[in-house]
C-alpha cells in the first residue's frame, strides 16, 4: 500500500465526519426553531440515502461475493443482515438515549442531561454508517475483491451528505434545549467522531477475518437500515407535512443509487 492509498483511505474516513461538522454549522444559520418542512425534507432525504447505501453498496455486493450461486449465494447476506440488525437492537436497549422530538428517554433510567442522552441517540445512529464506510474500503484492500476504491468514495461521500442534513437536525434541537450555539455545534460535530472510529475497527477486524467480509457488509446494511426504521422513518412521517418526507425520501435514495452506479 503506497502513500496515495494511504492518503485515500484517510480521506474517505474523514469525508463523512466532514458531513457531519458542516451540517451542524446550520445552527449559526438558522435564527430560532428549524421550519418543519424543511426538517421532514431532511429526514426522508437522509432515510433515502441510508436505504440505498445499504443495498446498492452492501447487500447486493455481499451477494454478489458468494460465488456458489442459488439459495447458498444469499445465506451470509441474510445472517449478516440480521445480525447487524439485532446488533444495533442490543446498543438502543442498553444506551440510555433520546430521540430528536421526544421526552421520553428509551434505554436504561439515567441521571444523564437531556443534551447527554441526545448526543448518544446521534451516536447510536452514526456507528452503523462509519461501519458501512469501514467495510467498504476493507474490501477494497483485499486481492480480487469486487469492490473499487470508486465504490468506497461513493459511499463516502453519500454518507457525508445525509450527514449535512443529519448535522443541522442534530444541533438545532441541543440549541433549542437550552445549549448555546457554539457548544450545540460542537455536540453535533463530535457526535461524527464515532464514524472514523468505527470503520477504522471494521477495517481491522476484516483484515483478520477475510472469508466473513459479505457477513460485515450485509451487518453493516443490517445495523443502518435499523436506524432508518426505528428513528428517521417514524419521525419523518409523523404530524404534517409526512408527503415533503417522501418526496426528500425519493431525493436522497435516486441520488445514492446514482453515485454508487456511477461512481462504483
Known sequence: MNLLQNHDILLT???????????????????????????????????????????????????????????????????????????????????????????????????????????????????????AVGVVIAGVLQDGSLLSGAGAMAMALGIAIQNIPEGAIVSMPMHTAGNSRTRSFLIGSLSGIVEPIGALLIIALASLLTPALPYLLAFAAGAMIYVVVEELIPEASTGHHSNISTIGFAAGFTLMMVLDVVLG
Not at 463523512?16 to 429526514?43: C, E, W, Y
Not at 432525504?45 to 460465488?67: H, R
Open 13 to 131: 474516513l474523514l469525508i463523512p465526519l466532514a458531513g457531519t461538522i458542516v451540517g451542524s454549522a446550520f445552527v449559526f444559520l438558522i435564527k430560532d426553531h428549524m421550519p418543519p418542512r424543511l426538517q421532514k425534507a431532511l429526514l426522508g432525504f437522509a432515510s433515502g440515502v441510508m436505504i440505498a447505501a445499504a443495498v446498492w453498496s452492501l447487500l447486493i455486493p455481499a451477494i454478489e461475493m458468494t460465488p456458489d450461486g442459488g439459495f447458498s449465494s444469499v445465506i451470509p447476506a441474510a445472517v449478516g443482515f440480521l445480525l447487524g440488525m439485532g446488533f444495533l437492537l442490543g446498543i438502543d436497549r442498553i444506551t440510555p438515549h433520546l430521540h430528536l422530538d421526544s421526552n421520553e428517554p428509551e434505554g436504561p433510567r439515567s441521571h444523564l442531561s437531556r443534551t447527554s442522552m441526545l448526543a448518544l441517540a446521534v451516536t447510536i445512529h452514526n456507528l452503523p454508517e462509519g461501519m
